[in-house]
């Protein structure tokens, strides 16, 4: 097996997995410390996306695009949590589903009414668009070496913002234990709009960077949505190091598994019976993956509730 190629999956799949972190780093806390369960948390990186190509469309360079799609995404998700989104906190987790779900629906038929059935372009950086030499032989698109270094030091902000910061504590201990944190005098009204507004501008970042990689299309987020949920299962409920190490396990076995068990397959068997059971044998390992996290680590592997 070529080494360029093993290298060049497992870059993808680095590249994929961080991605995947900045939709789960904003779910998990949502989920931890809201105890909220929020389908409606892919249509904001939907939302990111379009409003990062209409920036981009109206001749904003893109940088301009990427920060203005954070913050108009931010801010409709701070606006969705205060007007909405607050008084679900005490309901079921039925409740919370049917609610967000109809957010879905709302938001895909407000992001059609505004730009129409067809997908947009979002084109990548014309500085960006070549590839890059990492090693002797090895080209690697500089676009996509671009977005896993924006993916680890968006982890690593979030991990000094988490670790080392009087709001990260006070988010740490409502995902650990919310009553107690509540009788302590942490505003959390304040805390979780703050906590929305960060996840939903994360949810831009991914939807504007993986923009020009996929296409902006309505209903965009709900397939990575799946994938958001099976990471905070991996990786426990309410944990940033959790999200960070589930989103980079699932990235590395979706993206590899999907190239190279195909090619293992075709030792084995006939090239159709591998192109055919192969990438069907590759979406089920993310969830075989999970399957045996749960098994071994019932509540993921870092969990940020104790009991």
Known sequence: ???ILVTEQLLNGLQFGLMLFLLAAGLTLVFGIMDMINLAHGSLYMVGAYLAAAVLAAGGGFVAAVVAAMLGTALL????????????YQRDHLSQVLATFALILILNEGV???????PLMLNTPAAL???VELLPGLLYPSYRLLIIGVGLAVALGLWLGVTRTRIGMWV???????????????????LF???????AALCALAGSLLGPLLAVQVGMGESI??????????GGIGSIRGALVGSLLVGLVDTASRTLLPMLLRQLATP??????????ASMLIYLLMAAVLFWKPQGLFPARSG
């Open 1 to 3: 097996m070529d080494w």
């Open 77 to 88: 998700g701070m606006l969705l949590e205060w007007s909405l989104l607050r008084r679900l």
């Open 112 to 118: 059609r009414m505004v730009w129409g059935e067809q």
């Open 129 to 131: 668009s070549g590839p």
């Open 172 to 190: 740490r201990a409502g995902a650990s234990n919310r009553p107690m944190a509540m009788a302590l005098g942490v505003d959390t009204r304040r």
């Open 193 to 199: 709009t703050l906590v929305f507004g960060l996840g």
């Open 225 to 234: 949505l799946i994938l958001a949920f099976v990471v905070i299962v991996i």
């Open 272 to 281: 159709e019976v591998a192109s055919n059971v192969g990438p069907a044998l």
